[in-house]
C-alpha cells in the first residue's frame, strides 16, 4: 500500500476547484443509482400499465442490463485511460440519455426490452462504476476516503428522492413523458460535462489534495501524471490484493445488498404493514447520507484496510439484531444501523482500489477489480433467496450472511499482509518472466 498517505488530515479543504468535482460526481452517482437500481422501484409497474406489458418481464431485462455492465466496466475504463475522464463522462451521459429516450418512446416490446438494457449497461458501467470514482482518485490520491465521502452521499440521496420524484411526474404526465424529461436533463448534463469536468486538478493549475506547491512543482506532478506506466493487466490479474479487493470487499457489498432489496419484507415479516415497512427503508436511505461522510472520515482518519473491517463487523451487529429482534426498539436500531451502513460500501471499493495501485494505475486495477467486486456482489440475490428456502425463514439467510461477512473481513484484511511484495516488484519479475 502507499506509505506516504496521511490518514491524519480529516479536514475537507479541498479547494474551489476540487468541491466542484466532488458536487460533479455527486450528481453523477445520484443519476447512477436513480437509472441503475432505484428506478426499478417505479418504472417496471408504470411501463405494464402504460403498454400492457408484464411488470416482472421488464424487471428481468434489466437484470441482464445490469449483468452487461460488468463487462462494461473494463471496456469504459480503457476508453478513459485513452480518452480522459472527461471524455468517458460525457459519452456516457449521452449515451445513457439517448438510450432513455428509446427506452421512454418505444411502443414495441423488443425495442424496449434492448432499450432497457443499454440503460443498465451505460449507467451501471460509466456513471457508476468508472468516471466518479476516478475522478476523485485522481484528484484526492491522499484524500479520496473523505472526498469520496461527500460524493457518494449522491447515491443514498437519490434513494430517498428520485423514486418519490419519478412517481409524481409519472401522475402528472404518464411515465413516457416522464422519462423523457430524464432523458433529456441526462443529455444537457453530459454536454455540460465537456466544459465542468477536468481530468487532473493539474489541467488548471491546482495540486492534488488541493496541496500548496508552486507551479513548477505541479507541472512536475502533470509530467509524472501523465507519463507511461509500467503497470498492465496481467501486472494485476497476478497480484493477489487484486483478488482480495474483489472478492473481500465484494462479500461485504454481497451482505450490504441482501439486507437492503430483501428489507421490507423482513419487516412485514414480523408485523410491519407494508407502507411502514416502506417508510422505514426511506429513513433508513436518508441515514445513508449522513453515513456516506461518516465512512469516508473514518477512512481518512484510520485507513482504508482499517474502515473496511469495521464496515464488515457494523453489518454484522445488523444482522444480529434484525435475526433477534423483535421488539420495535431493536428493529430502529438495526435500520439505523443498516442505513448508515449504505453509505459506506460505494467509497470502500474505490477507495481500496486507489489505495493499494494509487491515481496513474487506479484506472487498469479498476478494470479488473471492479467487475471481480461486481460479480461477487450480484450473488446476493440468489443466495438470501437460496438461503430463505433452505432456512425457512430469514433467521437463517442471515446467519449465512454473518459468515460471508466474516470471510470478507479476513479477507480484506490481509490486503496488507506484511511481507506482501510490492507492486514494482511484481512488475519487475512479470518483465523477466514474460
Not at 7 to 32: D, E, K, P, Q, V
Not at 46 to 51: D, E, L, P, S, T
Not at 78 to 98: D, P, Q, S, W
Request: with cysteine; aromatic share 12%; charged share 10%.
Amino acid at each position: 500500500m502507499n506509505s506516504n498517505r496521511n490518514i491524519s488530515n480529516t479536514r475537507s479543504n479541498f479547494g474551489g476547484w476540487g468541491w466542484s468535482m466532488i458536487i460533479y460526481c455527486a450528481l453523477i452517482y445520484y443519476f447512477a443509482a436513480g437509472m441503475s437500481t432505484d428506478g426499478l422501484n417505479i418504472y417496471p409497474e408504470a411501463f405494464a400499465a402504460f403498454r400492457g406489458w408484464d411488470a416482472n418481464t421488464i424487471s428481468a431485462f434489466a437484470t441482464i442490463g445490469g449483468l452487461t455492465a460488468i463487462p462494461g466496466t473494463v471496456v469504459f475504463s480503457m476508453l478513459a485511460e485513452k480518452k480522459g475522464t472527461r471524455f468517458t463522462a460525457a459519452l456516457g451521459l449521452i449515451l445513457t440519455g439517448l438510450s432513455t429516450v428509446v427506452f421512454a418512446l418505444a411502443s414495441s416490446w423488443p425495442v424496449f426490452a434492448v432499450a432497457s438494457i443499454l440503460v443498465q449497461f451505460f449507467a451501471g458501467s460509466i456513471l457508476l462504476s468508472v468516471v466518479p470514482n476516478t475522478l476523485m482518485n485522481i484528484w484526492f490520491p491522499t484524500k479520496k476516503g473523505l472526498a469520496l465521502g461527500w460524493a457518494s452521499m449522491g447515491m443514498p440521496l437519490c434513494t430517498a428522492t428520485f423514486v418519490a420524484l419519478v412517481a409524481a411526474l409519472i401522475g402528472m404526465v404518464g411515465p413516457a413523458a416522464t422519462y423523457m424529461i430524464v432523458a433529456i436533463i441526462l443529455v444537457v448534463f453530459g454536454v455540460l460535462s465537456l466544459f465542468w469536468v477536468k481530468d487532473s486538478p493539474e489541467a488548471v493549475g491546482c495540486a492534488p489534495d488541493n496541496l500548496q506547491m508552486t507551479s513548477e512543482e505541479i507541472a512536475k506532478s502533470k509530467q509524472a501524471f501523465d507519463s507511461r506506466t509500467a503497470m498492465t493487466a496481467r501486472t494485476v490479474m497476478r497480484d493477489r490484493r487484486a483478488w482480495a479487493i474483489g472478492i473481500g470487499l465484494g462479500l461485504m457489498w454481497m451482505t450490504t445488498v441482501g439486507i437492503v432489496s430483501r428489507l421490507v419484507p423482513r419487516l412485514m415479516s414480523i408485523g410491519y404493514e407494508q407502507t411502514t415497512a416502506l417508510s422505514m427503508l426511506t429513513g433508513a436511505a436518508l441515514c445513508g447520507i449522513f453515513g456516506s461522510y461518516c465512512w469516508g472520515w473514518l477512512d481518512q482518519k484510520f485507513g482504508t484496510r482499517k474502515t473496511s473491517v469495521i464496515y464488515g463487523c457494523w453489518y454484522i451487529l445488523a444482522l444480529i439484531l434484525l435475526m433477534v429482534g423483535q421488539s420495535h426498539v431493536v428493529t430502529m436500531i438495526a435500520i439505523v444501523i443498516v442505513g448508515i451502513g449504505i453509505g459506506g460500501i460505494g467509497n470502500l471499493v474505490p477507495s481500496m482500489i486507489g489505495t493499494v495501485y494509487g491515481r496513474k494505475d487506479y484506472l487498469i486495477a479498476n478494470r479488473l477489480i471492479m467487475p471481480l467486486c461486481t460479480i461477487v456482489r450480484s450473488c446476493a440475490f440468489a443466495l438470501m433467496s437460496f438461503a430463505i428456502s433452505i432456512t425457512n425463514g430469514y433467521t437463517g439467510a442471515y446467519a449465512i450472511f454473518i459468515v460471508a461477512c466474516v470471510v470478507g473481513i479476513f479477507v480484506v484484511w490481509s490486503v496488507g499482509k506484511s511481507g506482501d511484495k510490492p507492486v514494482e516488484e511484481v512488475q519487475a519479475q512479470e518483465s523477466a518472466n514474460p
